[in-house]
């Protein structure tokens, strides 16, 4: 018989480790922070669209599969499983195709001459107020600047769990509040 283990402290989270004068005045900050207007410069969207779109891929499915399970319902998303889906980010000549599978979600490669069964396009600077929920989707959505192609079904999933997602308690776990 071997002794059990002692267990580990959790380790802080970096906004514990700041004074308190300081993570107040950060988390007011981020409750006030509005995205400003902006568009990715022309020649950067065309030199970034001539580049390997993999690694930003893998990014946004690293990102999706964090998010799979603790703010993104897995049993809500079980109807995308298997379809090719393509996020383009208009400004920054980004095209990021994925698909969700029983692993969570992976880059997939396009099919020469056939479309993807989902493509949502946007700014970064509307993706991004997405993300920070300084937008809703219906509003994006209904002003033109969220554009979703293909399957409506597909899309309206999408779009009806990025509006269904609690960012306040993702925030929340962020900021260290409880």
């Not at 402290?9 to 004074?19: A, C, D, G």
């Not at 095209?95 to 099919?111: N, V």
């Not at 479309?115 to 993706?127: E, G, Q, V, Y």
Request: overall charge positive.
């Amino acid at each position: 018989n071997m002794p059990a283990l002692p267990s580990l402290p959790r380790p802080p989270l970096p906004t514990e480790l700041l004074p308190g004068a300081l993570r107040q005045r950060i988390g007011e900050r981020l409750e006030n922070f509005r995205i400003p207007d902006f568009t990715v410069p022309a020649p950067l969207a065309r030199l970034v669209a001539r580049l390997p779109q993999q690694p930003p891929t893998h990014v946004l499915t690293l990102a999706l599969n964090l998010a799979l399970g603790r703010i993104l319902p897995r049993d809500t998303l079980e109807p995308l499983t298997g379809h090719h889906l393509q996020m383009r980010v208009l400004d920054a000549g980004l095209t990021l195709d994925f698909t969700l599978t029983a692993k969570g979600f992976r880059r997939s490669a396009p099919t020469p001459g056939k479309k993807p069964d989902l493509i949502i396009s946007a700014t970064t600077r509307d993706f991004m107020a997405l993300a920070l929920r300084e937008e809703d989707p219906d509003t994006l959505f209904f002003s033109r600047r969220l554009r979703m192609e293909g399957d409506t079904d597909l899309g309206l999933l999408v779009k009806n769990t990025l509006a269904a997602v609690d960012w306040d308690a993702l925030k929340d776990k962020l900021t260290g509040r409880r």
